[in-house]
């Protein structure tokens, strides 16, 4: 190895870290308007599929930790969007289920993707070919870093 290659211009994290930080921040103004930051919202988006679901379940879909989920459904909770109920057959385990004005927020929320496609210079097959691709790197399972956490 070089010095070439701690050169910001040549990292591969770079560029994916700003772009996923540019699409976040088209969100916000659409989102402010709902009382939701991004986070709630791509919560809200797995609760609108599956209406109900445990804590685990759900950190599995969105990449995050319990430490991370806690507070953000106490948040949505204390909003009135959902309910998080122990489950009787496990105690260890959340479900996490929508409430009526969670399954209603779902209606002021449809115009979203559209509106954040229409902010992208992508085309619908270059789209598809980075979604495809950054769910690559999502369910890699082959970093060694990754496993040992080294």
């Known amino acids: 190895m070089n010095d070439e290659s ?41 609760l609108w599929e599956h209406e109900s679901i445990n804590v685990k379940s759900l950190g599995q879909y ?29 105690e260890r385990s959340v479900m996490i289920t929508l409430t009526d004005a969670g399954k209603a927020l779902k209606k002021e929320a449809l115009s979203i993707p559209e509106q954040i496609v229409s ?3 992508l085309s619908p097959e270059e789209a598809q070919t980075l979604y495809q691709l950054l769910y690559k790197i999502l369910d890699s399972d082959t970093c060694a870093i990754k496993k040992t956490g080294a």
Do not use: H, W
Request: proline share 5%.
């Open 119 to 121: 902010c992208l210079p």
């Open 62 to 90: 969105l990449y995050l930790d319990s430490g991370t989920l806690t507070p953000l459904l106490k948040r949505l909770e204390q909003s009135g969007y959902l309910v998080r109920v122990r489950s009787k057959e496990d």
């Open 6 to 46: 701690l050169k910001l211009k040549n990292q591969l994290c770079f560029p994916l870290y700003a772009a996923a930080k540019e699409v976040v921040r088209q969100y916000k103004p659409l989102l402010n308007r709902l009382g939701l930051t991004y986070t709630q919202y791509i919560t809200l988006m797995v």
